[in-house]
């Protein structure tokens, strides 16, 4: 079975930069698409960025310009490069790996931003 194994995540203080890796590995269908989802206490989980196998992104408004979502399509891994990070983008974050069987979740790593 295919599996998502996350790092990066950790506690920064405001106006700090986190980068999160996800890698994938198994039995993977083609890749049409990744991204990362975040999911804070309370509320929904959403969209942050996506980015497809040939290299069009999308970013959620709130983390436009300060956050860059990247791949690297021979080794199926996905990173997500935060910066200038507040408190508001405390939340688990969650990669995420669309093909053209199913789609696939990672296990999440938490992402905290306090002084």
């Known amino acids: 079975q295919v599996q998502l194994v996350e790092s990066g995540g950790g506690l920064v203080q405001p106006g700090g930069s986190l980068r999160l890796s996800c890698a994938a590995s198994?039995?993977?269908?083609?890749?049409?698409?990744m991204g990362w989802f975040r999911q804070a206490p309370g509320k929904q989980r959403e969209l942050v960025a996506s980015i497809t196998s040939g290299g069009m992104t999308n970013y959620a408004d709130s983390v436009k310009g300060r956050f860059t979502i990247s791949r690297d399509n021979a080794k199926n891994t996905v990173y997500l490069q935060m910066n200038s990070l507040k408190p508001e983008d405390t939340a688990v974050y969650y990669c995420n790996v669309n093909t053209n069987y199913r789609e696939y979740w990672g296990q999440g790593t938490q992402v905290t931003v306090s002084s």
């Open positions: 198994g039995s993977i269908f083609r890749i049409n698409a």
